[in-house]
């Protein structure tokens, strides 16, 4: 049963910093690219952050130099790392994998409230 448990979420003020944190299980976590994505209310999902197996890091525009990105294999989790926090990222953030080869499905956490207030 493949589970991703996000935990780190919260409310904090503008310039200040979350830890999110998710576990993954159920599936090999190796053979994936982890995530994370956002949605505020009324716009669109979109990525935040993603990391490959072999540690390569990919940004959303926003987030370049605010976030980082990093994965633990050995304990199957991943972690995104956010300083100088905004009003506008405000959001559900949602862990994902993504398969690194066709024929698997992507895989989505419940989400976790980011709420950053001015």
């Known amino acids: 049963q493949v589970q991703l448990a996000e935990s780190g979420g919260g409310a904090v003020q503008a310039g200040g910093s979350l830890r999110l944190s998710c576990a993954a299980s159920?599936?090999?976590?190796?053979?994936?690219?982890m995530g994370w994505y956002r949605q505020a209310p009324g716009k669109e999902r979109e990525l935040v952050a993603a990391i490959t197996d072999d540690v390569t890091a990919m940004f959303g525009d926003s987030m370049k130099g605010r976030f980082s990105i990093s994965r633990d294999n050995a304990k199957n989790t991943v972690f995104l790392q956010m300083n100088s926090l905004k009003p506008e990222d405000t959001a559900v953030y949602y862990c994902n994998a993504h398969p690194n080869r066709g024929g698997w499905p992507d895989y989505w956490g419940q989400g976790t409230q980011v709420t950053v207030s001015s």
């Open positions: 159920g599936f090999t976590f190796g053979n994936y690219r």
